[in-house]
């Protein structure tokens, strides 16, 4: 593209920012929060801009410290991937923890499931590990948006939240109602999925949540219980 | 901040991004890439705007997949934060992998030594797994920038880069040379570091990397010898 073009096109793009942008009250971050709205603003946002990738997720006023259960809900639904532990089958380093990247969804940007659905495949490194030792882990930080970049907090700092998940790998069982959910809800949100290579026999998987911690503000993890954690309301 | 000064204050930014991003030659990402110009490239940019926050980091020409030890290199030297894997030692999940989220650095922004550096305390769950079990593993996705993004790539696609590092966590000697290296690689890169509570007995440590596993463009995983890895140069 012609330099002079491109800097029109970014021009136009950073002009049309400006009222997208003014739709939310950043500025009262993490005070008056109303997670329902919030969701549902970034659904209206992107389906609207059919996701264009000038500005990426939003994750304005996410619940405050003392909500937990609320928090670890929003950071899995907001997230678009997670890293994956499982511990290594590899000759090399076998039994040593091994992470990687995997997209997620818990559900259609307007209906969050809270349970982490993975499309994988049986040719991945993190699959060869869990069909020997399905014990996992997935963490997820408010790092992966701009949130912390923009509110100048280190990826390390507790206020840039993060949460760890650990449980099971399980398939889930092919035909099953589960298996339509796992599709609607990585699909709709990981549009290139249903191009992936048909030869690599895809399947979805589920993290059955056992432990859950959360780093959020000062004061060491908070663990959350996985009830009160699927008993959030969104 | 009253509404009509903040959207001039974002088309301001807006306006001035134009510009920056002008000089960069992302339409022809990945090919004719300058590894080492696109590093100063960077620098010139963080140093000049100050940080400025409206773009965040910028994976400008990223090495093409055939040169898997530079890009391994590229991605952990861009990378602000990776994932840590390592094995519980929480006795309701114990010898389950976990994983977390550590800043990181392997050199300041011109000079890349290769070693991931962390800035970790005793009271995190991942030092406390580290104390019993120091097998560890750090994974770094280029889907933490905002390339994959930008260039519409699922986070699970192979072409949205990511490597897994793993070895042993080493605490740095205190008062060694290399313990001066990681403090300037770690603090020139995560000022707020220098203002962490002192009560935390915060130390340095490093990945004696002893596999390197690059998931870049189709075809598998590629094995990158450490040797290799660390005789990039950049």
New interface residues.
Partial sequence: ?P?KL??IL??WL??D???V??EYKD?NLRKDSDFPNDIANVAVWRKGKKNW?GI?RQYNNPPPPEQGAKMARYIVHNS??A??????S?S??K?????????ISDGTLLNSTGVPYL?MTP?D?SSKNIERDN?????L?L??S?YC??N??????PR?A?V?L?GKMLKVKKGSEEEEIARSSLFSR?P??KNWPKDHNWFFAKLKI??I?L?DYFG??KYISVDDYFNVKI
């Fill in positions: 593209m330099s491109r800097h970014v021009l950073a002009i920012a400006v009222f942008c003014g500025e990738k990426g678009e991937w890293s994956l532990g499982s511990i290594s590899l090399k380093i039994g040593y923890p091994f992470t990687d990247v995997f997209s499309y040719l490194l014990r996992c882990s997935l963490s930080s790092a992966q701009n970049q923009k100048n907090l280190d990826p390390e700092d840039c993060h760890v650990t990981h290139a999925m056992e432990s911690c780093l060491g993890p």
